[in-house]
């Protein structure tokens, strides 16, 4: 139980779908944080510079108001610190109070000096509570800070500083000047950051524990739904896929009509599975052609040794039908033989020997063997052919490719006749072309010459020796493309035919070729 879990979790962990909705996650994620740590930066930069100009702001209602540092009557001409302020107004009352809850005002030695209390013989040093709990520079410091400062006009200086407890403040410290006496004096003053934290820390807390967080579920869940709704044709592509097999194989999808990636692949699908019915389709024609094929051949020896058995009685009889009988037997060898080098095609055994051949001298060496049965046959052959016509080509395949075609030309063209093949240099081709003056082939026929078996005439009756195998132009197209070539044909019923091979005079790369499904018509 607890093992076909971890395989059903693992197997959705692979799942596309799963990792679609990862990825979606993943990059909404990424772009969440980098926006919620940016909004932080600027937040906090926001609340700094917001606590300087409170800091700003206090310190000069205490310049040019509340604070007047000097020599006092009651501390024997020292200098003290001054607070004016009217005592019946609150808001001043409020914010003189404010002022002085972080504060600290020394002299030039760094030694707070005293404050002076009206009605009051007390005098407390400038510097608070909290103050002192930040930190008091130490004399030494505020020492090197004025005389620094005294030298050249210095910035205020700007601190964070924690106290005991732990809160943050922010500290402005500067000189403020006796006017009259040219006196400097060291006066600090700090504001609270507790608030600023808390705003802070509020918006971080939000933003990184509540908002991204549900934002994060919500974009695995619509990134969930998002993928199923891609993934759900390539799923019934994957359907439609397990559906098919070999007595299914017209089974086609239908395209959504989206033009999109899917449909692409539905259409390449489709074209897939429609190359696989046509091969399938081949393949079972072949065979059916095949025990025709032997089968004829077979049924007449048969016939004819039957004949010889039952029927014969003089020795002429006898020698007839024996006669037949292996001019059946001929028949059959040849199919046989045939068949046999075409399996050898198919499966790459018959590799091709390619050496650089003069096609013009072979052509001529075959037009002369064709003479006299040409002459038999009263059929006029002649040969047009180019000096140097050299092509990488294997000698004896191209020998069987052009007897082929002229044995076509001879069986196809009637007495009177002419049959004519000429040999040609193009641009980097030579142009070998068999023609006849014959009777043609009718156009509904073209495409299919070059199929296994296919024969234009006599079809669905029983072949005759004249009508051949229908396996030549198998032949000669496959060589042909074996060269890196193809065969053109161009007929005219009635008129003649002409056959055209355009042999790429360097050599093709591919030495033996694989001749899958019936061989393609040009
Ligand atoms: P076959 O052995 O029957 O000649 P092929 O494959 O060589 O078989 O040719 C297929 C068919 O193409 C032939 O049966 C014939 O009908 C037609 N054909 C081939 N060459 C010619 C031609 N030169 N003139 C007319 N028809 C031709």
Redo the contacts with the bound molecule.
Sequence with gaps: MVKLRKRDVQRLARSLRFRLMVSYALLFLIMLMGTAVVFRARLASELRTSADNTLNEQWAAIKGAYLRIEPTLELDNKYGANWYYDAEDVEETTQVLNLKKVYLIADANGNPIPEVIPDSTAHPPSVSATYDDLGRPSPAEIRKYVASARKQAAPPLFSVRWSSKGEPFSLRSGLLWDERHQEPFYVSIGVSLTKNQKILRDYTWAAFVVVIPLALILASLLGWIMAGRALTPVREVAQAAQRVSGSNLSLRIPTREAGDELDYLILTFNRMTERLESSFQQMKQFSTDVSHELRTPITAIRGQLEVALFTAKTTDQYREAMFNALQDIDRLSQIVRALLLLSQAESGQLVLQKTPVDLGETVRDLVEQFQIPAEAAGVRLTAGIEPDCLAAVDRVQFERMIT?LLS??F??TPEGGNVRVRVERSEGHVNVVVE?T????PPEHLPH?FDRF????GSGTAPTAE????????FVAWIAKAHGSEVAVD?TPGKG?RFTIKLPTEPAETGALELTGQPAAS
Aim: glycine share 20%.
């Design positions: 082929n076509n030309a069986k196809f006849d014959g009777c043609g082939i010459i296919y024969r234009v005439t009508q051949g195998l229908g396996l030549g132009l198998s007929s035919t």
